[in-house]
């Protein structure tokens, strides 16, 4: 089988057994990389000699038996807001200096370093992971494999296209308000926004408690895989947990019929295509008859939007207020977002997460009832490359259509999107899997069974 289409979990197994090493491995991505992302424009940061000299070490780990970790020797691209030493994080943004000292690893970072994964790049963000598509002032578009006319959404927009395209089988991205699920949906592969702290994170994002870090993969074993590597905590990140008390890897595959499933549509107040709507029905429908007990029925809460857009924006604020020059050189939408933190009061924040808390309180009553919630993960199919929302549509900023992420950002739930079919257009959907806080071996759980039944 070609390297470059194997899972994680398949190239670990192909070492096992010397079919395949580290390097063969390394240099078919690499290879890859060089064929495809001039069209796609996935990567910002690409380090072949390095990532070489990377693979024959963990070869010979390999030839010793001694694996160093989970996924030794396994290719992994990094979203470039994660520090990296050695390599520059300028976060799409002209407004980071790239000449200063790379000498620090995110947790992200050291965990995959620590493991032995085989650091290839850094994939594109949008400029500071501010919004659901990828572009920005330094590499432009970011574009969707499945059709370059189309975006691939973001902020991890870079990740998406990487593992979808074949430029290695994992990456890791940041979600503030969907950004590892709404690209994931996009680009037909896994993305798991774990629970709040879960996989910790330093430096501290702007955005806060709406902030997590996680796994985005072909699979959901592989992205449990990931789970376990990534999951310790760390003492930059205050907000880290404790480590888990299972593994996530010997969880995911776990028995789940029987369990009571809820679907909403549309959350009570989102705008969602017919046809992504009549997809991901489908597969409710057939969820519900494989064993798992679904039930129609809202959460109960009213959008969020403002809220979300009040913690939003005060966080770019307090991020860009910090950074000299940036009013000269960030694109205008993110100036105007710049612009809208800067007028909301202290007061006004703190409103707004009292908002946060309250639909985390409905979405903890609700799960009294349900194990996990059923959505689409995005209303709508990937739209035209380089616009924040889809042209013609009368919207104006990207949070207007990503109705049915952010709330579970502003809940700290673990929440997961798995893709479940494509549109007469051949383009993918998502189904979005939502548990409560700490469930994230459930979502996995979850995400595991349907994608059984897909298979």
Known sequence: ?????????????????????????????????????????????????????????????????YPQGLLDGV??????????????????????????????????????????????????????????VTDNPLTGITRNPIDPHLTAGGSSGGAAAAVAAGMGPCAVGTDGGGSVRI???????????????????????????????????????????????????????????????????????????????AYSRDLGYASVDSEVSQIVEEVVSSIDNAGLEVTAEDPGFSDPLEAFETMWSSGAATLLDKMPGAADTVEPGLKQVWRQGKRHTAVEYLQARDVAAQVGIAMGAFHERHNVLLTPTVGIPPFEAG????????????????????????????????????????????????GPRHSDDLVLAVARFVEWLLA
């Open 75 to 132: 290719p992994v691209s990094i979203k470039d807001i994660f520090l990296t030493s050695g390599w520059p994080t300028l976060r799409g943004s002209r407004a980071v200096d790239p000449n200063q000292s790379w000498t620090e690893d995110s947790p992200v970072a050291a965990r995959l370093r620590s493991d032995g994964m085989i650091f290839v790049g850094k994939t594109t963000t949008p400029e500071l992971a501010w919004k659901a």
């Open 387 to 434: 616009y924040d929302v889809p042209p013609n549509s009368g919207l104006d900023r990207w949070p207007q259509w990503a109705t049915l992420s952010y709330p579970f950002n502003l809940t700290q739930q673990p929440a997961i999107s798995i893709p479940v079919g494509s549109t007469t257009a051949g383009l993918p959907v998502g189904l979005q899997i939502v």
């Open 183 to 261: 690209p994931a949906a996009f680009c037909g592969i896994v993305g798991f926004k774990p629970t709040h702290g879960r996989i910790p994170m330093f430096p501290a994002s702007p955005f806060g408690p709406l902030a997590h870090a996680g796994p985005m993969t072909r699979t959901v074993e592989d992205a449990a895989l990931l789970m376990d590597i990534l999951s310790l905590p760390d003492y930059r990140d205050p907000t880290s947990q404790a480590p888990p008390q299972a593994t996530y890897r010997g969880e995911f595959n776990r028995e789940v019929t029987g369990i009571h499933v």
């Open 1 to 65: 089988m070609n390297p470059t289409e194997m899972t994680a979990t398949e190239l670990v197994a192909a070492y096992t057994n010397q079919e395949l090493s580290p390097v063969e491995a390394t240099t078919a991505v690499l290879d890859r990389i060089d064929d495809v992302d001039e069209t796609l424009g996935a990567f910002c940061y690409l380090d072949r000699d390095s990532a070489l000299e990377q693979a024959r070490a963990s070869e010979s780990r390999w030839h010793a038996g």
